[in-house]
């Protein structure tokens, strides 16, 4: 039986992580990039974190392409579709990344299928779950909940990832892989090299004080080693097809994440955001503003993620999300990226 797994995406901040974790429970890899000049960065990086890269190659594909995907497919037992677009900003036309994260996804099921891999896992999100309910909803979100694509109040990113994510499920409906689908919360935690992805931005913003307010909003969180080791429980465990399973070490604030920073380095406790802002400010900006706009719909709205899922079924024991801010914080020190 063959023991290769195609990692799409390998150049990315979780799939780094997922790399370690697939070549350290020995298995091959073969991780897709866009351009080979990223494959030697990441090989760079994957050795630097004590990786096996002698077990780890690299294929050209890229999401918005036919060619490449079956070639990069042949011979893998499994397939862990991470690659998606995460940009740091919105686009007002909320069907933007829907052909690239829907019709990538679609290339990567359809042609895991032709090759008669055994199951594919996919990077899902929360962003697939909790966006665009009205209040009626409650605080409470489990693997049955479905964002609302039609509301006025969902993020190109949050249509992306669902429409990616109903995608593939309906591709293996009729046959085909296993599928199981992993929804992670906001994902912090170590970063392997300077490539740190868009998540550690939001921290990084703080870090340096450019972000004395914020608005009244939460976030699950999730550690990226947390992630990673869900990615692979979710390819091996065999109750987990057919399967999502939110991933979140916990609930935070804006200001709690300043306050986790302030914890992890002191000396940047006078950096960081001191002001939670009104509702009605936010509102306002809103007029003006994509970042606000984005914000309104969430504001004083604390979600509560179920996890039993992935704790039973997975086996995860989730790091606190303060553990994922600080790993953050000593990654952008040592990276040199906040000083
Ligand atoms: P990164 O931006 O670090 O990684 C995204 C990866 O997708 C990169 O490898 C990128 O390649 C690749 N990619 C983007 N567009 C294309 C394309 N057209 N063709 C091929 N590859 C492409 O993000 P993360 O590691 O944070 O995210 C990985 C996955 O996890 C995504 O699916 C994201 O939606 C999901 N996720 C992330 C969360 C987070 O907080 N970080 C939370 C929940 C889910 P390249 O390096 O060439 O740009």
Redesign the pocket.
């Known amino acids: 039986m063959s023991d290769l797994i195609l990692l ?8 780094k992580h997922v790399a370690l974790e697939l070549l350290a429970a020995g298995y091959r890899v073969r991780g ?4 080979a000049a ?1 494959a030697a960065l990441v090989q760079e990086t994957l050795k630097n974190a004590g990786g096996a890269v002698d077990r780890l190659e690299f294929v050209e ?4 392409q036919d060619n490449g995907w079956d070639a990069a497919v042949a011979g893998c037992r499994f397939v862990v579709h ?5 940009p740091a900003r919105q686009s007002k036309d909320r069907y933007a990344l829907v052909p ?1 994260a829907r019709g ?1 996804t679609l290339r990567v099921v359809e042609a895991a299928s032709r090759a008669g891999v055994e199951r594919i896992v996919l ?5 697939a779950i909790y966006y665009g309910h009205d209040a009626k909803q409650g605080p409470h979100y489990s693997e049955s909940n479905w964002s609302n694509v039609e509301s006025s109040h969902i993020s190109d ?1 949050a249509v992306s ?1 669902t429409e990616a994510e109903r995608a593939a499920w309906k591709a293996v409906e009729a046959g085909g892989p296993e599928l199981a689908v992993v ?6 935690g170590p970063m392997l090299d300077r ?1 740190t ?3 550690a931005e939001l921290i990084r913003t703080m870090l340096m004080g450019r972000l004395p307010a914020v608005p009244d909003i939460t976030f699950g969180i999730v550690d990226v080693r947390d992630v990673a080791r869900a990615h692979l429980q979710a390819m091996t465990v065999p109750d987990a097809a057919g399967r999502r399973f939110i991933l979140c070490g916990g609930s935070l604030s804006m200001m709690e994440i300043g306050q986790s920073i302030a914890l992890a380095e002191p000396s940047a406790a006078s950096r960081v955001p001191k002001l939670v802002l009104p509702d009605f400010l936010v509102r306002a900006a809103a007029i003006f503003t994509g970042k606000a706009r984005a914000a309104v719909p969430e504001l004083g709205r604390r979600k509560i993620l179920g996890t039993e899922a992935a704790e039973r079924t997975l086996g995860i024991d989730f790091r606190p999300p303060q553990v994922a801010v600080a790993a953050t914080v000593r990654s952008l020190k040592e990276l040199g990226l906040a000083n």
């Open positions: 799409t995406g390998i150049s990315g901040f979780i799939a897709t990039v866009r351009s990223k594909a890229d999401l918005t991470t690659a998606s677009p995460f690239i990538g990077t899902s999100s929360v962003a990113y990832k929804n992670p919360a906001f994902v912090l490539e992805g868009t998540s």
